[in-house]
């Protein structure tokens, strides 16, 4: 079994449900894998179920629920997650906050990988510290 972190907009690309779309058909790929062990974080929650359900977007929010739902293991939100991401964010020039806390707790989750939907230039790509795949590749 894989330890795989999800970034959310893997979840975002998974849930347009989109047959024509690449990236989406990817996304839904690695998310009903069957060797995986999911690691997550509420940061990834928070980020993109309150935008859903806040929208409206009730198909979203329950494509999201279900995910989480399945999660085997939550990496604890604490200082040590966001010390860790403070120097990700040093160590990884361009590195946003919310991609340096995803990074920290893939990092904290002790995980195989981490997937994200962004692409391969984008700064959480070049992270160091934890292996990471974007689905362009």
Request: hydrophobic share 40%; net charge negative; with cysteine.
């Amino acid at each position: 079994m894989k330890r795989t972190y999800i970034d959310s907009c893997v979840l975002i690309a998974a849930a347009r449900l989109d047959n024509n779309n690449d990236i989406c058909q990817k996304a839904l790929n690695v998310l009903t894998s069957s060797d995986r062990y999911f690691v997550c974080s509420y940061y990834v929650k928070l980020e993109i179920l309150t935008h859903a359900i806040r929208n409206k977007s009730n198909a979203e929010a329950k494509f999201y629920e279900t995910f989480f739902d399945n999660v085997n293991e939550w990496v604890e939100c604490n200082q040590a997650l966001l010390e860790c991401a403070y120097n990700e964010m040093l160590i990884n020039n361009g590195l946003s906050g919310i991609d340096a806390i995803h990074v920290s707790a893939a990092i904290i989750g002790n995980v195989d990988e981490l997937i994200t939907a962004e692409k391969p230039e984008k700064p959480i790509c070049k992270s160091k510290s934890v292996k990471v795949i974007s689905l362009y590749i």
